[in-house]
């Protein structure tokens, strides 16, 4: 995703394995659909990495030095570069769990409404 015009995604690394059973689907990719992907995200780096004996993962480096990784282990190509997709549309920021269900920046002083309430 970008944030005012710069997407936020640097480089995505596609780490297999040439001889593992579970990285079946991500060498189909590489094959396949990969290389349109690259060419469609041009800004963005795609590195191949063959790490033998490991299960296959996508990596994702961000502008704010944050990175996230995925496993990838028996999966479909379809499934794999959807979760690549979910990558380059991401942010980058941690995932921030909300102390209510209510936010808002001006709280009301008598409570918050709900149905429940009795006249």
């Given amino acids: 995703m970008a944030v005012r015009g710069v997407w936020?995604?640097?480089?995505?690394?596609?780490?297999?394995?040439?001889?593992g059973g579970s990285s079946r689907g991500i060498r189909a990719l590489m094959d396949s659909h990969l290389p349109a992907f690259r060419?469609?995200?041009p800004r963005l780096e795609v590195v191949t990495e063959l790490i033998r004996g490991q299960h296959p993962?996508?990596?994702?480096f961000y502008r704010n030095k944050n990175?996230?990784?995925?496993?990838?282990?028996n999966m479909d190509p379809e499934d794999i570069l959807l979760h690549a997709t979910r990558l380059r549309?991401?942010?980058?920021?941690?995932?921030?769990?909300?102390?209510?269900?209510?936010?808002?920046?001006?709280p009301s002083v008598r409570g918050t409404w709900t149905t429940d309430l009795k006249f």
């Fill in 8 to 19: 936020q995604l640097q480089k995505l690394i596609v780490s297999y394995c040439d001889w």
């Fill in 39 to 41: 060419e469609k995200n």
């Fill in 57 to 60: 993962h996508l990596k994702g």
């Fill in 67 to 73: 990175e996230r990784v995925i496993c990838v282990k």
């Fill in 89 to 106: 549309n991401a942010l980058g920021r941690k995932a921030v769990k909300l102390k209510t269900r209510h936010v808002t920046k001006h």
